[in-house]
């Protein structure tokens, strides 16, 4: 059985997100995002740390970032989606009630 995407919403567990995406690695955001088919929490994460990581390259004139920059960086896009899901997920139980009382009356 195949759940919809606000099923998956609901079922999700923001923090084990969260922790994939801070310390795995922000990419993995674009698959979290896919199969919760949120184009923010594929893209905002990734695109966060890339940008701002390319930026303080071209700054520094380096070829890699220090890991100084890195790891927090990390961990900052890390947050970003856990705010992210746990808000989808507050959302999707919200909607999901609303349509059981309605469903009720």
Known sequence: MTLTPNQRREKCNPILIGVCVGLLS?????IWGIRQRSWSL???PYL???FI???????TGEEKLKPGVKY?????SGFIS???TKNMKQKAINDKKKTID???E
């Open 26 to 30: 922000p990419l993995s955001s674009i």
């Open 42 to 44: 594929s893209l905002v």
């Open 48 to 50: 966060l740390v890339f």
């Open 53 to 59: 990581g390319f930026i303080t390259l071209l700054q």
């Open 72 to 76: 927090p960086l990390q961990l900052i």
């Open 82 to 84: 856990y705010e992210m």
């Open 102 to 104: 309605i469903e009720k």
